[in-house]
């Protein structure tokens, strides 16, 4: 049973910072993709990042290039998200979830990933 389960989310002021983590199990780690969606009350889910296996391929959303860093260690089953400079705008619940690969801009489409987690809060105050 593949588990993908988030933590670290909270509450934190206007140009603070978080950082997100994601434990996956029940699968070959190494062999996913790994990306992070956020969706804000009444908004569609969106893409924020993305990493490749290795680490080696990232790809950002336009919104948090520059802010936010995305990770892995495939040692300890994890993928992270590093948020920096965070606005309220950012305010929304964060999901990791897991591809088997990318194709074109697939990476940005919430339904090329397989499986998700529960999600973690973030609420940045102004």
């Known amino acids: 049973q593949v588990q993908l389960v988030e933590s670290g989310g909270g509450l934190v002021q206007a140009g603070g910072s978080l950082r997100l983590s994601c434990a996956a199990s029940?699968?070959?780690?190494?062999?996913?993709?790994m990306g992070w969606f956020r969706q804000a009350p009444g908004k569609e889910r969106e893409f924020v990042t993305t990493i490749s296996w290795s680490g080696g391929t990232t790809y950002y959303a336009d919104s948090v290039k520059g802010r936010f860093t995305i990770s892995r260690d495939n040692a300890k089953n994890t993928v992270y998200l590093q948020m920096n400079s965070l606005k309220p705008e950012d305010t929304a619940v964060y999901y990791c979830?897991?591809?088997?690969?990318?194709?074109?801009?697939?990476?940005?489409?919430?339904?090329?990933?397989?499986?998700w987690g529960q999600g973690t809060q973030v609420t940045v105050s102004s």
């Open positions: 979830a897991a591809a088997a690969s990318w194709y074109g801009n697939s990476y940005k489409r919430d339904y090329e990933y397989r499986y």
């Open positions: 029940g699968l070959t780690f190494s062999s996913y993709v």
